[in-house]
């Protein structure tokens, strides 16, 4: 459950921005013949309902409705008492506080013959048969494709939202040292900095012993370290994730072969702005080349995630299952990438902007 | 083992009641069902389980990332990653087409399956699990104790945090280091700030804390999958007569409630006794939905399992539920207050496992 810093404020978030996706996501509505759109939120599914108007569910599931014109409509668990609070982090203009949400927004459909709904499938029961018993004539419709579609484009907001959650992850690392002993302290240290930085969330992985074990897990309480290990920092700022992953060594083998790693991985990024757009996936691995040929060092695998439902993170691309198209140009991604440099494992994360 | 015990139990119930399989939903917000049926507790994205009768589980998860930390986390049972999740568990209930299957929680069930009921024989066992849930075992109870030690450090962490000046999520920021450094993986915590206007308790918003402000907050440490509850409210610097005022009305409610809880009473009767001390202060308004939400719940897999403790609420409580008595509420005078401890109830009563004196804390300015 959340319980870092959530508010709205009108200068990182301006609504001349909500009201420019409100804008683009109805007349994408328009052009599929949709009454309205149902967006779904919930603590691990907050993405669209947030890219749209700011707010985030610290508990319990709401659902939006936005019509095909006019303002959306939240409908949500939470209770009446709870209604000032969720003004201060959106831009909602109508909210209903409701034990039965479906109910509501059902009520509300009525009129409508075709309403889109954000991953239809995954819709919780409950909600949709609240929905179905008091608007049981509606035709609905999966719209992710088409959400996804207009969600793409980062914009001005959503990139400065963005690089402030990355700015609190990149922080949060430095505050890993390479002698740390333990994991459970060296997790709450990481998670504590991003917290007195202003994280809405942060999520602390480690990888306790990268010689033997390269899968990231959350740790807590005295746990020891290898001596090469790894941080994934994933972090939250008023609803805008990245993942971050650095990867530390206390022997100088593996300090150096991680040291160069890591100052490669800008450039690498950097280069993928382009490429990826333009070449498709199989540049990431063309971007390590340069890397490779200096230190005889293996990519072992890549894993691309990107906001393009209700996720606020979710894999889009990996080694090896990736098409040949390259994501849009304009579209954010957090590019997560293990190799293998002079037999020293090193796992590293970092966010890269497609130029649109 | 907690998880071993689980599962015999859920075996055992299962097989009593006829049931072939379970199909089990969890995220990180309603993780409880899940968790009882696989031991994972999970924090991005979404999980389907199928249990079946002969023990085997099959965790499919749409994050590659909690597939890495499932595999760890629970080596004895099968875990696949299944990016398109809901598609994948849809092809695999095919396979079980002539079994009684039930699923859990009913309403959080996706819509594609549960869309399949009468296909698939799928039936709605959310109260079979619920009977489990609440219904702690000894292994159960021993990690929710020590859930509630660390509620106790937790509080305490709060209290050396708060000092005028420093921003409510900077304390929660605090509490969060301490707790992964002291083996708590999560915490569910809410906050409130301020004087009168403050009526409720939410994330942190950013403000800072003032002399003469109330701070309240709920806090929950998880150990071992089970939550413990601790509700205290501090004032910065000394409180005033009126905050004193309430907050001896507030113990005395709280008092109320858990001196009747014990085998065989409702839900009802707590919030009864607890709500009854606030009528008998002409405050009876302010145990209203318009002012709180409950006046307790259960505790165990989820922060905010059942029992809710209100007065339209007939559930039996029986000796080895777990639960929270808490008579948080607005006071039209000093604003939003909270006062609250968990408990194990018991045959002739009940033990209450948080220790934290039953204060009105004071932090120097």
Redo the contacts between chains.
């Keep these: 459950?959340?319980?870092?810093?959530?508010?709205w404020d009108e200068a990182e978030l301006p609504r001349s921005a909500l009201s420019a996706r409100l804008e683009r996501l109805q007349a994408a509505m328009a052009r599929e013949g949709f009454d309205a759109l149902l967006l779904y939120t919930?603590?691990?599914?907050p993405a669209a309902v947030c890219w749209l108007t700011g707010f985030t569910p610290?508990?319990?599931?709401s659902l939006l409705l936005v019509p095909a014109s006019g303002a959306p409509m939240l409908a949500t668990a939470l209770?009446?008492?709870?209604a000032?609070?969720i003004r201060?982090t959106a831009w909602l203009d109508e909210i209903v506080n409701t034990p039965k949400p479906g109910t509501a927004i059902g009520q509300r459909l009525a009129g409508c013959k075709r309403v889109g709904v954000l991953e239809?499938?995954?819709?919780?029961?409950?909600?949709?048969?609240d929905m179905v018993a008091v608007a049981p004539k509606i035709e609905l419709a999966d719209a992710s494709a088409m959400f996804a579609a207009v969600r793409s484009h980062v914009d001005d907001a959503e990139l400065k939202l963005i690089e402030k959650a990355d700015a609190l992850a990149v922080a949060a690392l430095a505050q890993v040292d390479a002698s740390a002993t333990?994991a459970?302290?060296l997790?709450?240290?990481v998670?504590?900095h991003a917290?007195?930085a202003?994280a809405e969330e942060?999520?602390?992985?480690i990888a306790l012993d990268l010689d033997l074990?390269r899968?990231?897990?959350?740790?807590?309480?005295?746990v020891p370290l290898a001596r090469r290990f790894a941080v994934r920092a994933?972090i939250a700022y008023k609803g805008a994730w990245v993942r971050r992953t650095r990867s530390f060594a206390r022997d100088p083998q593996g300090a150096r072969a991680m040291a160069s790693a890591e100052a490669w991985l800008p450039q690498a990024m950097h280069a993928l702005r382009e490429l990826l757009p333009s070449r498709g996936y199989s540049t990431v691995a063309a971007s390590f080349a340069l890397l490779r040929a200096e230190l005889h060092s293996q990519m072992r695998g890549w894993?691309a995630e990107s906001c393009v439902g209700s996720?606020p993170l979710?894999?889009i691309a990996?080694l090896p299952m990736h098409g040949k198209e390259g994501p849009a140009p304009g579209t954010f991604l957090v590019l997560s990438v293990e190799l293998a440099i002079d037999d020293v494992p090193w796992l590293g994360a970092a966010p890269v902007f497609l130029r649109g | 083992m907690i998880d071993d015990d689980r599962k015999q139990r859920l075996l055992a119930a299962m097989a009593e009641a006829g049931i072939d399989m379970l199909l089990v939903y969890g995220n990180a917000w309603q993780g409880d069902y899940l968790r009882y049926a696989t031991d994972f507790s999970a924090l991005e994205g979404q999980a389907l389980a199928l249990v079946r009768g002969d023990g085997h589980v099959t965790l499919y998860l749409d994050s590659p990332l909690e597939v890495d930390r499932a595999e760890i986390d629970c080596p004895d049972i099968e875990v696949l990653h299944a990016p398109n999740l809901i598609a994948e568990v849809d092809g695999a209930l095919d396979r079980f087409r002539n079994q009684r299957i039930g699923s859990a929680p009913g309403r959080l069930i996706p819509r594609r399956l549960a869309a399949r009921a009468k296909d698939l024989n799928l039936s709605d066992q959310t109260a079979f699990l619920d009977r489990l849930l609440m219904h702690k075992l000894d292994s159960e109870i021993a990690a929710m104790r020590c859930a509630a030690k660390l509620a106790d450090d937790g509080y305490a962490v709060f209290r050396q945090a708060a000092r005028v000046g420093r921003a409510d999520y900077e304390l929660i920021a605090e509490i969060e280091a301490f707790f992964r450094a002291h083996g708590v993986d999560h915490n569910f915590q809410i906050i409130g700030v301020g004087g009168p206007e403050v009526r409720g308790m939410a994330p942190p918003s950013g403000k800072r804390l003032k002399r003469g402000d109330m701070v309240t907050t709920e806090l929950t440490p998880r150990v071992d999958g089970y939550y413990a509850q601790i509700c205290r409210t501090l004032v910065v610097g000394e409180p005033n007569g009126e905050q004193r005022k309430a907050h001896a009305l507030w113990l005395e409610s709280m008092e109320a409630g858990i001196a009747v809880v014990r085998d065989g009473v409702t839900a009802a009767d707590i919030a009864r006794a607890e709500n009854d001390v606030f009528r008998a202060h002409g405050l009876g308004e302010y145990t209203t939905s318009e002012y709180t939400r409950v006046r307790g719940h259960g505790l165990g897999l989820f922060v905010d399992t059942k029992p809710h403790i209100l007065e339209d609420v007939n559930t039996r409580i029986d000796a080895g539920m777990t639960l929270i008595v808490h008579p948080n509420t607005y006071h039209p005078v000093v604003g939003y207050m909270v006062l609250g401890d968990s408990l194990v109830v018991m045959r002739d009563g009940c033990e209450v496992v948080t220790a934290t004196p039953r204060e009105l804390f004071s932090v120097p300015v």
């Excluded at chain 1, 459950?1 to 508010?7: I, P, V």
């Excluded at chain 1, 239809?120 to 048969?129: E, H, I, K, M, V």
């Excluded at chain 1, 942060?202 to 992985?205: F, G, P, Q, W």
């Design positions: 459950m959340r319980r870092g810093l959530m508010g919930n603590l691990v599914r610290y508990w319990i599931e209770s009446k008492r709870v000032d609070w201060t239809l499938d995954a819709l919780p029961a409950g909600l949709y048969d333990d459970g302290s997790a709450g240290l998670e504590k917290r007195l202003g942060a999520y602390i992985a074990d899968r990231l897990i959350q740790v807590s309480g005295p994933s894993m996720y979710e894999v990996s």
